[in-house]
Every structure is written in structure tokens, then in C-alpha cells.
């Protein structure tokens, strides 16, 4: 399986903190945000990492993580040199992934619960992850039968379908480049992930797992506080 950290975006809801860094850069705790996802990707076995930058700061993030060898892993870096959605990141790492199974995650995102071994298991098809959180609409957003099996996604629609959101972790198959070059830009002109998870949905190849512990999408002042206090918790346990 490869690995994709995906760590563009401009972070101006930190402004004036990232006037002069990456948002994936600020410090979480005791290290730099992108460490935290980049350690879910090496505790699941995952060698081969492909880390998507904006272009203000590549060089910082080369700087930091260099060639990978200090984390006995391969690192290589790609530019997003606009934001054009999640969905892009496998369309500018098609060559990376060739036919191999890939796990995303987001730059910004921290998780409390241990998924390396669900990320080992993978076989096929795609699995992703919710939580149940009381802001829905800032999210994708993922509907439940009663038997907890997903019957629909939507990329934050205008009346919320379900409180779970869908958090930054995705796991697919090779298949999902195919997906992604089929998806069809959003009223905002970006390609949604959501187009993918539908992909597999449609073809009853999705599974979605519901989180326990924390999950923190650290792209506000109070979000980037509560993934301070959750790593603070965590590292003294």
C-alpha cells in the first residue's frame, strides 16, 4: 500500500499564524501537525509516502522530513499549486499509486483511535471513517440505515442529512485514479471526495467504520487548542 499526506490549502483561517508557514507546520504539542497523520500512515506499515504541498513552502516541509530515510520510509513531494479539491490529490499522484492500493490522510488532521491495523487489512474496494460531531455542516456528511451500513453522501449540503461527518482518512484500491478522472467538478469548481466515496458506494464497496475517540480537523484557532490538549493527553499515557 502507498501513502498520500495531503498538505495544501492557504490556512487563512490561522491568519496571521501562517503568514509565514505551512498550516501542517504549526506546532501541535510537541511537534509539527503533519507528524501526527504521518505517524498513523508508518504505524501501519506504510513505506512509500507521497506528500502533496502547496508551493509557498515545499521547501520547509523537505526540510523537516527530507528523503523519508530517518523514518525508514520513501518520501517523494508533489506541488498542488491551487486548491482544487480532495479528489485531486490522486489524479496528481496517479504514477505514485500506479496499481497499487493508496491510503490518504490530511495534513490537518489528528485521530485519537488506533486504525493502522484496519489500514493493514484492506483488501479492496474503500473504507473511510465518521464521527459524530455536533457542526455536521462544516463536513461531508455520511447517512446510516439501522443497521449502521452508509446509504448516502453528500459534500455539505444544504440540510444536513446526518450528524456523522466524514473525517480525513481514506483508504481505496487502485481503482479510485479511474474514479477521479470520471468525478465531476462541484458548483465550486473542485473535485469533491465525496464523488469518489459515491463511486464505490454505487457499487456496494464501501465500507464506513465509526470513530470512538477524538477526531479534530485542526483548521481553526479552537481546533488547532483541542489537538494541543489531545496530544498533550496521548503522549502522557
Not at 493508496?102 to 484492506?122: A, R, Y
Not at 461527518?165 to 479511474?178: F, M, N, Q, W
Amino acid at each position: 500500500m502507498k501513502g498520500i499526506i495531503l498538505s495544501g490549502g492557504s490556512g487563512t483561517r490561522l491568519y496571521p499564524l501562517t503568514k509565514v508557514t505551512s498550516k501542517q507546520l504549526l506546532p501541535v504539542y510537541n511537534k509539527p501537525m503533519i507528524m501526527y497523520p504521518l505517524e498513523i500512515l508508518l504505524k501501519a506499515g506504510i513505506k512509500e509516502i507521497l506528500i502533496i504541498v502547496a508551493p509557498d513552502h515545499a521547501g520547509d516541509y523537505l526540510k523537516l522530513l527530507g528523503s523519508g530515510k530517518e523514518f525508514g520510509a520513501r518520501f517523494a513531494y508533489e506541488i498542488q499549486d491551487r486548491p482544487e479539491g480532495l479528489a485531486m490529490a490522486f489524479l496528481i499522484g496517479e504514477h505514485f499509486i500506479e496499481n497499487d492500493n493508496v491510503c490518504m490522510i490530511l495534513g490537518d488532521n489528528i485521530f485519537e483511535d488506533d486504525i493502522s491495523e484496519t489500514i493493514k487489512n484492506f483488501k479492496k474496494g474503500g473504507h473511510i471513517f465518521a464521527k459524530k460531531v455536533p457542526d455536521p455542516e462544516r463536513f461531508g456528511q455520511v447517512k446510516f440505515d439501522e443497521q449502521m451500513n452508509a446509504v448516502q453522501i453528500e459534500e455539505k449540503p444544504k440540510e444536513k442529512i446526518s450528524d456523522f461527518a466524514i473525517t480525513g482518512l481514506y483508504v481505496y484500491d487502485s481503482r479510485v485514479v479511474a474514479a477521479a478522472k470520471v468525478a465531476k467538478p462541484s458548483a465550486r469548481g473542485e473535485l469533491e471526495i465525496t464523488e469518489l466515496h459515491n463511486w464505490y458506494l454505487k457499487k456496494n464497496e464501501l465500507k464506513v467504520d465509526v470513530l470512538q475517540g477524538e477526531w479534530i480537523d485542526a483548521g481553526t484557532f479552537e481546533a488547532l487548542f483541542k489537538a494541543t490538549e489531545l496530544a498533550r493527553k496521548k503522549s502522557q499515557k
